[in-house]
């Protein structure tokens, strides 16, 4: 496995995941995140920083020719490698279809699912996750031994 951590969530939430993603890797875990990764080709931009996530979500969210496009390709087969490759998940909530349907792969795979926040309904598949911690603080000293 090349990391410890895949961390997982919305880009509209961004914000909020990079501070899960500056403690894990201040505690010396190695964590795969959507948001290291910068796109621009075939209609797409993803910026690392963006000016406005809402707006270049939208954009995404509207290409035409999504199931032929090589960038959306190339993102679907770096976040499925991420996934593959790490020993745990983490969703961080609130978070869209796409950080679900990775959970579900996450599962499938056998790996340790945890959650961090406050899920904003109650799901039967929710039952997915060992455990779910109410915000970093309680997820780095229960799993990593940190205070953040």
């Known amino acids: 496995m090349t990391y410890d951590y895949f961390l997982a969530g919305r880009w509209r939430n961004h914000e909020n995941i990079r501070p899960i993603l500056d403690a894990l890797r201040a505690a010396d875990q190695k964590v795969y995140c959507f948001i290291d990764n910068a796109y621009d080709g075939d209609d797409i931009k993803i910026d ?46 609130p978070a869209g279809l796409s950080a679900h349907m990775e959970l579900g792969v996450a599962y499938g795979l056998g790996r340790k699912c945890y959650g961090i926040g406050v899920p904003e309904k109650h799901e039967t598949l929710y039952l997915m996750f060992d455990e779910i911690y109410p915000d970093v603080e309680s997820f780095l000293s229960a799993k990593v031994g940190v205070k953040a």
Do not use: H, Y
């Open 48 to 93: 690392i920083v963006p000016d406005d996530a809402d707006t270049m979500m939208k954009g995404l969210e509207t290409v035409k020719d999504w199931q032929t496009n090589p960038t959306f390709r190339q993102i679907f087969e770096n976040d499925m490698n991420g996934v593959k490759e790490s020993k745990n998940f983490i969703l961080t909530f």
